[in-house]
DNA sequence: TCGCTCCTTTGACTCCGTCCAATCAGCCCC
DNA sequence: GGGGCTGATTGGACGGAGTCAAAGGAGCGA
């Protein structure tokens, strides 16, 4: 589920972000399209340090805190989506279909789980008067390369 | 959903768990014993600091590290359960019937909701190979105070 | 009651995320 | 094509949450 790293990013990948970022209503500033394009050239769920620290090994060095602000504004617009994966770091990825996340518990490798409706609210609630907005499930236990070496130990 | 915070433990609340502690296989120390008669008398879901500051207040005092160790311990015997809300803090609450949480995102109040199957994993996931232990569910939306002060301000 | 073993406690440290203020650049309008 | 406004970026500093390691203390079986 994790994609490779890109090794590199392009002017077009770079220039093709920046459309996007103005047709979702905001400036294409230079960090938001090689934020916006990292992200769509690495698959999988990323945490804020794991971005900059690749950008910066891209040749596009960018500080920690306007990652943070880029990322914000990604996924205010629908760009991108916070991974959540219950506490610890906040993860990021690429928008795409409303989607539910796998943890491993060994590994904690973390594996998209499609949703069998495809858009949120996918689940109710019975709270009374609340306005449900999204559900998202969390799936933990042990993927296959872990369950596996756990029955040979065993 | 939020207990009214105890003024006090009594010797009684402190040996109950006690005995709760030994049946579960765990030394009954009196920083184990504190944290649970707090999590039995405190409804609700309580960050780390909150339950180390309540414990001091009532006269408890209890380093946030034994705090810590503590819940691990609890959670580790399924005395008490973590409340799975997301990124951010982590919450505690003390164990009950497998449920999920409704959290409101103008006032962060954390709603516990009932789960249907009421025994994990309550859904399953198309993750090949893998062994699915539990299934978390977060709602997330405005609880009826804040749906209602949005619509009046709308 | 003794003594082993596990638990608690203390202090420091790392990491993640946020706040603030000054500088810079995108983009609208002329 | 150029000027200026507005919003974005940047750097430094700060606070909170969680972790680590080691020494002292307490629970509980014998």
Redesign the pocket.
């Known amino acids: 589920m994790e994609g490779p790293r890109p090794t590199r990013l392009t002017d077009a990948d770079t220039s093709g972000a920046?459309g996007r970022?103005?047709a979702a209503g905001?400036?294409?500033?230079?960090?938001?399209q090689t934020v916006l394009a990292l992200l769509d050239a690495w698959a999988g769920h990323h945490?804020?340090?794991d971005l900059s620290s690749t950008l910066a090994d891209l040749g596009h060095?960018?500080?920690?805190?306007?990652?943070?602000?880029?990322l914000?504004?990604l996924v205010r617009v629908g760009l991108a989506l916070p991974a959540d994966t219950g506490?610890?770091?906040?993860l990021y990825e690429r928008a795409s279909e409303w989607h539910h996340h796998f943890v491993c518990l060994g590994c904690g490798t973390v594996v998209d789980v499609p949703c069998a409706i495809g858009a949120k609210p996918c689940l109710d609630a019975a709270v009374p008067g609340a306005e449900i907005d999204e559900a998202q499930v969390i799936f933990r236990g042990r993927c296959a390369d872990c369950a596996a070496r756990a029955a040979v130990e065993a």
């Open positions: 920046g970022l103005r905001l400036r294409a500033t230079r960090p938001r945490a804020v340090d060095r960018l500080p920690r805190q306007s990652v943070y602000n880029v914000d504004d506490p610890g770091r906040a």
